[in-house]
């Protein structure tokens, strides 16, 4: 897939909402590398809007926008091949997602198992931006056309719900103007689990920081994780068949294929059999060959804010010449007067 897109426009986003994963690196970050060096045209976006639909502290909020600038320069992006912004400076990802707020169907959204896994009981009480969540997604995406959206498994259904909604609108107003665009959703690590259950997704807002393993973390802390990691009192499996019912073993397994460029295949033919302490060793090794220099290059360019800021404000100028005259467009389609 990656190398037949070149001639394709690449959009996708991170939200800022606590520091990056290890999960964010090898499920989204490393692909991006890998389509920038491909040749397509890759968008990249700190998805600050998408934050601020659960509370979070302001000074907290520029820091980790900040930050996930840096994660996502010191992991490869190149700033002179793609652009890199953050969501709140481009004006066309709000007005375009109201316009898809309009589009949007209350079922559609109300179907959306993010919504509810993060609303949970308390769904009266939370904001009216978690709900229309998907469809400032669909805004991101569609104000730039883009064609091909790399993203971690769980962002699938959202960006289902961006297909509906382009294929909505054209129908709606009789045009072919907003493409239906294609996932990439490829490899071993479109879902890296918790390092504390294997039945949950590793993620930067669990509350308990031993579930990951976040890409400012040093190598003292990669190894006490991993040797904490939760594991079952078995053998490591030797086959697919052996790893149906035993999440953790078969999250571990896939952290060590992701992380060494491998299929789960040949892991289990290295490892199966052992024990789970030797095997422990040698992926804390591995994560920490990946992280190290990641961390090393994100403490190097916190340093210098005001350099961060110039190169996310000189991303959201070359984001908005694109973005400008789709939402124009989309206006007229709609009827809106404007100059
Ligand atoms: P976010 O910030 O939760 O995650 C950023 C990216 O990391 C992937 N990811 C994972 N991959 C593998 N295993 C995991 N455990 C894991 N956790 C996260 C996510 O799938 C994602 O690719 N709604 C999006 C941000 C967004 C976006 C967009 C993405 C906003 N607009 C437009 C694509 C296109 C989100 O919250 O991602």
């Not at 992991?75 to 652009?83: E, F, Q």
């Not at 086959?239 to 149906?244: D, M, Y």
């Not at 994560?287 to 220099?293: G, H, K, L, Y």
Request: hydrophobic share 40%.
């Amino acid at each position: 897939m990656l190398n037949t897109i070149s001639s394709q426009r690449i959009f996708s986003g991170i939200q800022p909402s606590g520091k990056l994963t290890i999960a964010n690196y090898l499920g989204a970050l490393k692909p991006f590398v890998e389509l920038q060096q491909s040749g397509a045209e890759c968008i990249y976006c700190i998805v600050d809007l998408h934050a601020i639909t659960v509370w979070q502290d302001p000074t907290e909020l520029k820091h980790s926008t900040r930050l996930a600038a840096a994660c996502f320069i010191a992991s490869g992006i190149d700033v002179n091949k793609s652009i890199l912004f953050n969501q709140s400076q481009v004006s066309a990802h709000a007005e375009l997602a109201w316009i898809f707020n309009c589009v949007s169907r209350l079922g559609w959204l109300g179907r959306m198992t993010q919504f509810k896994e993060k609303a949970g009981s308390n769904r009266e009480n939370s904001s009216v931006g978690l709900f229309v969540y998907p469809a400032l997604m669909a805004a991101d995406i569609l104000a730039y056309h883009a064609t091909h959206v790399p993203v971690g498994e769980d962002q699938k259904q959202h960006l289902e719900l961006t297909r509906d909604i382009a294929i909505k609108f054209n129908n709606d107003f009789g045009v072919d103007f907003f493409p239906v665009i294609e996932p990439i959703i490829e490899g071993v690590a479109t879902r890296i689990m918790s390092l504390r259950d294997g039945t949950k997704k590793m993620s930067k807002s669990d509350p308990s920081d031993l579930s990951r393993i976040n890409l400012t973390d040093d190598k003292d802390t990669i190894v006490k994780k991993i040797r904490r990691a939760k594991t079952d009192s078995y053998p490591i499996p030797s086959h697919e068949a052996e790893i149906s019912n035993r999440p953790e073993a078969k999250n571990l397994i896939n952290l060590y294929a992701a992380l060494s460029d491998t299929t789960r295949d040949s892991v289990m033919q290295q490892f199966g059999g052992k024990g789970f302490s030797e095997f422990k060793d040698q992926l804390a090794e591995l994560a920490i060959e990946c992280v190290s220099p990641v961390t090393h290059e994100v403490n190097r360019l916190m340093d210098d804010n005001t350099e961060l800021d110039r190169i996310l404000a000189t991303g959201a100028d070359k984001a908005a010449i694109i973005a400008r005259p789709i939402v124009k467009k989309t206006y007229e389609i709609v009827g809106l007067l404007s100059q």
